[in-house]
C-alpha cells in the first residue's frame, strides 16, 4: 500500500503508464478522469483503482527499471540492459566503493546506488555543473542515493584521492568511466582505484574502442573484453509465439578491462599457436610505436 511521498505507476488500459508522486490532496488528472489521491494511497500495489469517470487504472509499485527510465535526461541515454552486465562485470555490491566519471543525467547512478547497499558507496563525477545538478535532482527523485557522493569535478584534474573533500585516501575498488576520451584519463584512474581493479567504459563508436584498446595494451591493464548487448522481445502469444518487430539492439559499445601487471616470465609461459604468435608480433610492434621505437628494429621472435 503506497504512502503519502511515494512514487507509483498508474496504468491505463490503452497501455500508458505514467509515474506519479503522491502528496495529500493533490488528486490526479488523467486524460480518462481525475483520480483522488486518497483513493490511492488506500489502494494496494497491484490492485485497480478507478477515476471520477469509472477508467479503471492499475497500481504498481515502481521498479527499479521504470526509475531509470522514467527520470529527465539531458544526456545520451544508458539503456537497463547495458547497465546489468556493467554491474556484474564491476562487482557493485554491499560494502564496495564504486566510482563514475561522468555523472550525466543520473540514470546509472540511481542503478549504482540501488545495487551497493547501506554499506557500499558510489562517488560519482561530473564536470559539467549543469548535469551535476540534473543527476543530484534525479537520484534524490528516485529515492536513492544515501550511498552517493556527487563531486563537481573534472577528472582532468585526477580522483582527488588525496584531497580530503573527494576521496580523502579511500580508493575505488572499481570505475565507471563514460567520458568521450576515456585513454586520457588512465593515469588518473589507476592512482585511484586499489591493485586489481575492474574498469568499464561505455563507447558509441569503433574509432573511440579502437583508440582506447591501443592505449590499454600499454598496460597495466588485462583481460581486456568489447563486447554489445542485443536484446530481442517476443510476441506474446501462446500458439503464435515468435520474435516482435522491433527490438533494441546497438546502444553503445561495452569495453571492460582490469588493472594487471604483466611480466616477462608470464608472457615467456603462455601457449602461442601460428596466429596467436602473429597477433602478439603485431601487438609488440604497437607498443613500439608508442614508446617511440621503431617498429622494424624490435625482435619479434617468438
Same mark, same amino acid.
Given at each position: 500500500?503506497?504512502?503519502? =511521498?511515494?512514487?507509483?505507476?498508474?496504468?491505463?488500459?490503452?497501455?500508458?503508464?505514467?509515474?506519479?508522486?503522491?502528496?495529500?490532496?493533490?488528486?490526479?488528472?488523467?486524460?480518462?478522469?481525475?483520480?483522488?489521491?486518497? @483513493?490511492?494511497? &488506500?489502494?494496494?500495489?497491484?490492485?485497480?483503482?478507478?477515476?471520477?469517470?469509472?477508467?479503471?487504472?492499475?497500481?504498481?509499485?515502481?521498479?527499479?527499471?521504470?526509475?531509470?527510465?522514467?527520470?529527465?535526461?539531458?544526456?545520451?541515454?544508458?539503456?537497463?540492459?547495458?547497465?546489468?552486465?556493467?554491474?556484474?562485470?564491476?562487482?557493485?555490491?554491499?560494502?564496495?566503493?564504486?566510482?563514475? &566519471?561522468?555523472? %550525466?543525467?543520473? =540514470?546509472?547512478?540511481?542503478?549504482?546506488?540501488?545495487?551497493?547497499?547501506?554499506?557500499?558507496?558510489?562517488?560519482?563525477?561530473?564536470?559539467?555543473?549543469?548535469?551535476?545538478?540534473?543527476?543530484?535532482?534525479?537520484?534524490?527523485?528516485? =529515492?536513492? %542515493?544515501?550511498?552517493?557522493?556527487?563531486?563537481?569535478?573534472?577528472?582532468?584534474?585526477?580522483?582527488?584521492?588525496?584531497?580530503?573533500?573527494?576521496?580523502? %585516501?579511500?580508493?575505488? @575498488?572499481?570505475?565507471?568511466?563514460?567520458?568521450?576520451?576515456?585513454?586520457?584519463?588512465?593515469?588518473?584512474?589507476?592512482?585511484?582505484?586499489?591493485? =586489481?581493479?575492474?574498469?568499464?567504459?561505455?563507447?558509441?563508436?569503433?574509432?573511440?574502442?579502437?583508440?582506447?584498446?591501443?592505449?590499454?595494451?600499454?598496460?597495466?591493464?588485462?583481460?581486456?573484453?568489447?563486447?554489445?548487448?542485443?536484446?530481442?522481445?517476443?510476441?506474446?502469444?501462446?500458439?503464435?509465439?515468435?520474435?516482435?518487430?522491433?527490438?533494441?539492439?546497438?546502444? &553503445?559499445?561495452?569495453?571492460?578491462?582490469?588493472?594487471?601487471?604483466?611480466?616477462?616470465?608470464?608472457?615467456?609461459?603462455?601457449?602461442?599457436?601460428?596466429?596467436?604468435?602473429?597477433?602478439?608480433?603485431?601487438?609488440?610492434?604497437?607498443?613500439?610505436?608508442?614508446?617511440?621505437?621503431?617498429?622494424?628494429?624490435?625482435?619479434?621472435?617468438?
Amino acid at each position: 500500500m503506497p504512502q503519502y =511521498g511515494d512514487l507509483v505507476i498508474l496504468a491505463s488500459p490503452r497501455g500508458k503508464r505514467h509515474i506519479y508522486r503522491m502528496e495529500e490532496g493533490h488528486d490526479l488528472h488523467t486524460q480518462d478522469g481525475v483520480m483522488r489521491a486518497a @483513493d490511492v494511497v &488506500a489502494a494496494e500495489f497491484g490492485s485497480e483503482v478507478r477515476t471520477a469517470m469509472g477508467v479503471p487504472f492499475r497500481l504498481e509499485k515502481p521498479q527499479l527499471y521504470d526509475l531509470v527510465m522514467g527520470i529527465k535526461r539531458q544526456t545520451q541515454i544508458m539503456y537497463p540492459k547495458d547497465m546489468g552486465l556493467i554491474c556484474f562485470k564491476l562487482g557493485v555490491g554491499n560494502g564496495r566503493t564504486i566510482l563514475e &566519471a561522468g555523472s %550525466g543525467s543520473g =540514470g546509472f547512478t540511481i542503478a549504482l546506488s540501488w545495487f551497493s547497499g547501506p554499506n557500499g558507496h558510489v562517488h560519482s563525477f561530473e564536470a559539467r555543473e549543469e548535469f551535476h545538478k540534473l543527476a543530484k535532482r534525479n537520484v534524490a527523485w528516485a =529515492g536513492v %542515493g544515501d550511498n552517493v557522493t556527487f563531486h563537481l569535478r573534472d577528472i582532468a584534474d585526477g580522483f582527488g584521492i588525496d584531497e580530503p573533500d573527494v576521496l580523502n %585516501g579511500q580508493k575505488g @575498488d572499481a570505475l565507471f568511466l563514460d567520458v568521450r576520451t576515456p585513454w586520457e584519463y588512465l593515469d588518473a584512474a589507476r592512482e585511484a582505484l586499489v591493485p =586489481g581493479a575492474p574498469i568499464a567504459f561505455l563507447l558509441p563508436t569503433v574509432e573511440q574502442v579502437s583508440e582506447l584498446i591501443t592505449a590499454l595494451e600499454i598496460g597495466p591493464f588485462e583481460e581486456t573484453e568489447v563486447c554489445e548487448i542485443l536484446v530481442r522481445p517476443w510476441k506474446v502469444v501462446p500458439g503464435r509465439l515468435r520474435p516482435a518487430d522491433r527490438m533494441s539492439a546497438h546502444t &553503445a559499445f561495452l569495453v571492460f578491462t582490469r588493472i594487471q601487471e604483466r611480466s616477462a616470465d608470464w608472457d615467456a609461459r603462455i601457449p602461442l599457436g601460428t596466429r596467436e604468435r602473429k597477433q602478439e608480433a603485431a601487438r609488440q610492434a604497437r607498443l613500439a610505436v608508442a614508446r617511440g621505437e621503431d617498429p622494424e628494429s624490435v625482435d619479434y621472435d617468438m
